[in-house]
């Protein structure tokens, strides 16, 4: 009766763990739809200029949910950055630099598509028959669930080079948070770069992380 409970106990481990697989591996990333950056509570507008930069963290549940890897355990922080042009000319994005300052001063910057992906693929290098995914050697035994890794970080960053007039571009900017004290409350965004039609740079973007903007205490 013993073994037949165990191994009952154990199939149906295995059949959760199969589950568990299966739906992973059916999860697709869909970007989620980008409003207006004057709608968000967390943004600095710049009237002269008619152009607004907002963000959105994606940090805790429902949310962080769009995504196939759990970039929070992973000690990473996705931001959704959304910037609005409300002007006749296009902006240019190409030479942007995104910093997330927080509470303590500590400086951090938007992590670059390989650097997330090393570090949320576990990339320890080795093996038999090793292949590559992006600019990356991996092994081969990683190779699904590491392409899809791929595949979403390239598909949910920020790659806007532009925002025509009376548009909107949205993408994410993730940060490495592991190891940071208190990363989110009384953290700002900052953004430079960002320049008109002429080639002039607009005044920075202080973006504040609020409170409502925020995954809760334990997180922040």
Known sequence: MFFRRLLSASAAVVAVAL???????AKEFVPPRAENANTYASKDAHPKDKVTAAIDLYNAAPKDQIFITPYAQEGILPVLLIVTNDGDQPITLSDMHAELVTAGRAKLEALDTDDVFRRVAHIKGDS?????????????????????????????????????????????????????????????????GVRDAGGNELLYFDIPVIPSNAAGAGLQ
């Open 128 to 192: 038999n028959g090793p292949q590559r995914i992006g600019p990356i050697t991996i092994n081969g035994t990683k190779n699904k669930k590491a392409q899809k890794q791929y595949e979403e970080i390239t598909a949910a960053r920020f790659a806007a080079e532009a925002v025509e007039p009376h548009t909107t571009k949205s993408g994410f900017l993730f940060f490495d948070i592991e190891d940071v004290k208190q990363p989110v409350a009384g953290a700002h965004v900052y953004l430079t």
């Open 19 to 25: 589950s568990s697989m299966a739906l992973w591996a």
